[in-house]
């Protein structure tokens, strides 16, 4: 499928989309949001992607935010929808998705940029990447989950200074907030990602999947996280993929996971 606004490539069982409006540092408009959806949707029903790395296209930036052309005469009414369409068909579907995604922030990653990479499963940055939620200082709070998630990440104080400052902090910070796992040069963050994802996907893709659910379900308050686990856990036994995974080890040979 041909997109406007983004890439999609495919490695044996690793995909990567870069976000492509470099002129623009890939802010997400209308189009590149509905984009990301498709592709994400079909990487997750092509059972031979085990992993996801998103990332933005140059040196400079992952994503500079929402893009600020499109909504700066909304209306109250627009402005909600905005937030909830984008929640509903990106920043909570990339969160829920079954197939892992690595947030590769490769620069800037600002507003809904910074929100999007937490929407992800976790995040790895280059060393010249800036994180931050400017939102107020548009005289707007962040509409994509950045006032839910941030606090998840780095812990409420923390949170509420990043976001009542405005202000943007870097990579070696957000390493030490726990808001990214990794910091590696900008030349081998892909190359760092890739090796994460096929670490990834020499495991269960069926139990990563269960995994995710549950993790998901501990910042869930319409579910008990606990209840989740528990049915995850047992669901994990009718699979093929738990029978092979314990064959293999009794067998002391390495698990050749069937992804059902
Ligand atoms: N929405 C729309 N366009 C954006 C954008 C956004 N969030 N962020 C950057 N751009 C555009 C700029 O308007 C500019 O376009 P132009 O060349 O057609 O004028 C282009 O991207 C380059 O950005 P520029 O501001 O010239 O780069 P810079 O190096 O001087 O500054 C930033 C980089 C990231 C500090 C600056 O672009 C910025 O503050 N962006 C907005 C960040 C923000 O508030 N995000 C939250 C939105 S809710």
Known sequence: MKYQNILVEKDAAIATITINRPTKLNALNRVTIKELNQAFSKLEKDKNILAIILTGSSEKAFVAGADIS????????????LAAKGQEILFDFVENLSTPVIAAINGFALGGGLELAMACHFRVASDNAKMGLPEVSLGVIPGYG???????LVGKGRAMEMIMTANMIDAQRALDYGLVNHVVSQNGLLEFCQKL????SNNSSVAIGYAIKAINGCFNNSVNGFSTEINAFGKCFGTADFKEGTTAFMEKRKAHF???
């Open 70 to 81: 499109e909504f700066a005469d909304f209306s109250v009414k627009e402005g909600k929808k």
């Open 258 to 260: 069937p992804g059902k």
């Open 197 to 200: 994802a096929g670490k990834i």
């Open 146 to 152: 950045g006032t839910q998630r941030l606090p998840q």
